[in-house]
């Protein structure tokens, strides 16, 4: 079975971390979340992952130069332009020449769906495309899909507004596809899934969706990359990881509590750190506290300061001595 992973999009919600790095690049507890996608594909039976790739895609070349991550075979199709989803999954199979049924995942969610079960699902319905539900408590953010008892798709929504949505199971972001889907797909324009492909699909019914229990996030905002790492280390998703690099600097002195502190990050005498996660390089100065916080590669937070209510500092930023920072994104706008 061959996977096409979306990772083209523009990670806006990530912002600042996402100016430099993007966001499948971005580390989850310690390793890219790319390659938790990839290693949860190759334990399904992928064997061969078709990055679809349109922002930044040197960070991911450069990254995997053998072609290879999480021991499956990996090969890149880059956009000119950004397609948008269906646009980039038209056109990764063309270059890849997608001839039988293969599956499709948004890069940015970590899951640990069955995708054996979706697949024996997805051929027993004879479905042309078949979507993976997950339950969330707000469906605004997703696309939200009714189905039949039998797994039909009867509507989809994307983003509904707050209060409108007819179910709280959303799209998953994991689909099991044939090759007719691609004969749906405008060429050489932009076009989305969820707005004009699946939609369609719904009135030719040849969509379907299995609902799914399983662990899921979408890791995309700064909330849910934050709670895809603590899931992580609280062992939420089986074993419980080790939040804190071998190379990680900790003074014994400092109060490190449910964080992840990468590689080669610095934490200081007398510094708190609380659910939060410290990205590699980033530095802790005595005294300071940061809680429920996202601090960027190589950020500083000076000695006394604090940083809080879950802020972002991207690569670099410094937080001055005794400064607070509080439901901040530094540096702020684009
Ligand atoms: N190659 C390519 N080109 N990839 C793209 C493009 C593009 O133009 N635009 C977005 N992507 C990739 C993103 O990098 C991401 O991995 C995936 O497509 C989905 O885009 P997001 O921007 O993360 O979408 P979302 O989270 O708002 O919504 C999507 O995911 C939800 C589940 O996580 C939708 O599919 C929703 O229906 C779904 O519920
Ligand atoms: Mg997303």
Not at 121 to 131: K, L, M, N
Request: proline share 8%.
């Amino acid at each position: 079975m061959r996977a096409i992973v979306l990772v083209g999009g523009f990670g806006t919600r990530l912002r600042p971390l996402t100016n430099v790095t993007p966001k499948q690049m971005l580390p989850v507890v310690h390793v890219p979340m790319i390659e938790r996608v990839v290693s949860w594909l190759g334990r399904h039976g992928v064997d061969e992952v078709v990055l679809s790739l349109g922002y930044r895609p040197d960070a991911f070349l450069d990254r995997y130069p053998d072609d290879e991550c999480a021991g499956v075979r990996m090969r890149y199709a880059v956009e000119p332009d950004p397609l948008d989803t269906a646009g980039a999954i038209g056109f990764a199979a063309a270059q890849a020449g997608m001839d039988s049924t293969f599956v499709v995942v948004n890069g940015d969610v970590l899951t640990d769906l069955d995708l054996d079960a979706l697949v024996a699902f997805h051929r027993t319905c004879g479905a042309e495309t078949t979507i993976s539900l997950t339950q969330v408590d707000d469906p605004s953010r997703y696309g939200v899909v009714p189905i039949a008892a039998d797994g039909r798709v009867e509507a989809f929504v994307e983003k509904p507004p707050v209060g409108e949505a007819p179910t709280d199971w959303i799209n998953g972001g994991t689909y099991v596809c044939e090759p007719g889907l691609l004969n749906r797909i405008p060429d050489g324009r932009p076009a989305s899934i969820e707005r004009e492909v699946f939609p369609d699909m719904v009135d030719a019914g040849v969509l379907y969706a299995q609902r799914s229990p399983a662990y899921w996030v979408d890791a995309g905002t700064p909330a849910t990359y934050l709670q895809a790492q603590l899931d992580l280390i609280e062992g939420r998703r089986g074993n419980a990881e080790d939040g804190i690099a071998p190379d990680a600097d900790v003074d014994p002195s400092a109060e490190v509590d449910h964080s992840v502190i990468m590689s080669r990050a610095s934490i200081a005498a007398g510094a708190v750190v609380r659910d939060s996660v410290v990205l590699p390089g980033a530095v802790v100065m005595p005294n300071a506290r940061v809680e429920g916080s996202i601090l960027g590669p190589g950020s500083v937070v000076g000695q006394g300061a604090s940083v809080g209510g879950l802020s972002v500092l991207g690569n670099g930023i410094e937080v001055p001595a005794g400064a607070a920072v509080d439901a901040a994104r530094l540096p702020d706008g684009d």
